[in-house]
């Protein structure tokens, strides 16, 4: 008999060694959601830790995460934790021992409570959140204004209630995170219903967003440590400019009709094939809202029309955070409008050394957009966000105005 359940014993603890060894297997060969083809940011590091180091601090990289209170620039102390609805009813950032939650109360009594479970945005400017709900995401109603120092209305969301039922659908995770697990995908009536995994996400835009999947590349550099050219890797410098411009036009053309998810785009593939034709009205540039389409924007400017090879990244070096560097920013500018020739700027008032250190601020000012507005708590009309437009241009107003702070 001891002999029988000794044996037993043994056949259980061999059948619990090769259930374990194949979960270990499987969550090796499926460490990245995306599949096994993706070796996951921090494969990155061990070869490219200063760009790894310094690309975390974009606000690409900062896009989306996890909504956690220290990520989350709005208060959760009183009173600043509070929004009042025109209806009565208030809502109430709260700090919980189960999280964090948007709580809504009419007359001190609970009405709905819904978990901050992601952050959307990288806190420059504005956050918001989303909170998962039975295989869904939903937006909350309350957003945080940077500039303003206060919760406010999310945009679009209705002034006089809270509404908790805006859901997000995978292709706002499109442009706001790398990968985001998605558990089924059903028809209900004409309507496309997606059910998510709950905070399956890579969050922010990754390395392999842009650069294609890596897993190859990094298996055959660790096997072959002496070779510098990069293998097995989508080479961004050999691309076409205008696969370069797809690239960033991804996100940053607005939101068109997808007929094929943003999730599956590689580096050199064309952006028509991801996006249905648009046979509307042409848009004139003062129609462009100066939020989400600045791939319009900037390839409406001169400067690109009569260039050869402009794209974003002539101006933009991904890699780092270069926020307000507008000397920086000038200085590539001087590489086509030199000092010493006619293309350089007419205000004569000032010298040439002080006018090359910000040309930012005359030719791409800061400008009110009309989609994203935002509501703080007491306002009866919602503060626009303001973007740098991408169409470089003169403006004669803002002009004005940077001068004349110069001069003071």
């Not at 909170?131 to 679009?156: M, T, V």
């Not at 055959?220 to 205008?242: R, V, W």
């Not at 994203?372 to 966000?385: A, F, K, V, W």
């Amino acid at each position: 008999m001891n002999k029988r359940l000794l044996c037993i014993s043994l056949l259980i603890i061999s059948c619990i060694i090769i259930f374990s060894q194949c979960i270990n297997k499987r969550s090796k060969e499926e460490k990245d959601l995306r599949g096994k083809q993706f070796a996951g940011a921090a494969a990155c590091i061990s070869c490219h830790k200063n760009i790894y180091d310094n690309y975390v601090t974009t606000g690409h990289y900062k896009t989306s995460g996890p909504a956690s209170q220290a990520a989350i620039k709005g208060s959760f102390v009183s009173p600043h934790n509070v929004f009042s609805y025109s209806n009565g009813t208030k809502v109430i950032m709260e700090a919980r021992d189960s999280g964090l939650f948007q709580v809504a109360l009419s007359d001190s009594t609970l009405e709905e409570l819904h978990r901050f479970n992601i952050s959307i945005g990288s806190g420059r400017k504005a956050q918001t959140f989303l909170s998962w709900q039975n295989g869904k995401y939903f937006q909350l109603p309350l957003s945080y204004f940077i500039s303003a120092h206060s919760w406010a209305n999310s945009p679009g969301f209705p002034p006089s209630y809270p509404k908790f039922d805006r859901m997000i659908p995978s292709t706002c995770f499109g442009c706001h995170s790398s990968a985001v697990g998605i558990k089924r995908v059903n028809m209900e009536g004409l309507q496309l219903s997606e059910e998510f995994e709950k905070n399956q996400l890579v969050y922010g835009i990754d390395c392999e967003r842009c650069h294609g999947p890596a897993a190859e590349h990094v298996a055959f550099h660790k096997d072959h440590p002496q070779e510098k050219n990069a293998m097995h890797i989508t080479k961004i410098g050999s691309l076409k400019n205008q696969q370069k411009l797809d690239m960033c036009a991804l996100c940053h053309s607005g939101l068109g009709t997808p007929q094929k998810p943003a999730f599956d785009f590689k580096p050199g593939d064309h952006l028509s094939d991801y996006f249905f034709p648009d046979f509307t009205r042409p848009e004139k540039t003062a129609e462009i809202d100066v939020h989400g389409k600045q791939y319009q924007l900037f390839t409406a400017s001169k400067c690109f029309i009569k260039s050869e090879g402009m794209n974003c990244s002539s101006c933009h070096n991904p890699h780092n955070n270069e926020r307000e560097q507008f000397q920086a920013f000038s200085q590539r500018c001087m590489n086509c409008h030199k000092t010493e020739d006619h293309t350089f700027c007419k205000m004569t008032a000032l010298p040439a050394a002080t006018l090359s250190k910000n040309c930012i601020d005359c030719h791409m000012p800061a400008l009110p957009s009309r989609s994203i507005t935002m509501l703080t708590n007491g306002q009866t009309s919602p503060t626009p966000d303001s973007m740098r437009t991408h169409l470089i241009a003169i403006y004669r107003e803002e002009t004005k105005q940077f001068m004349a702070a110069l001069k003071e």
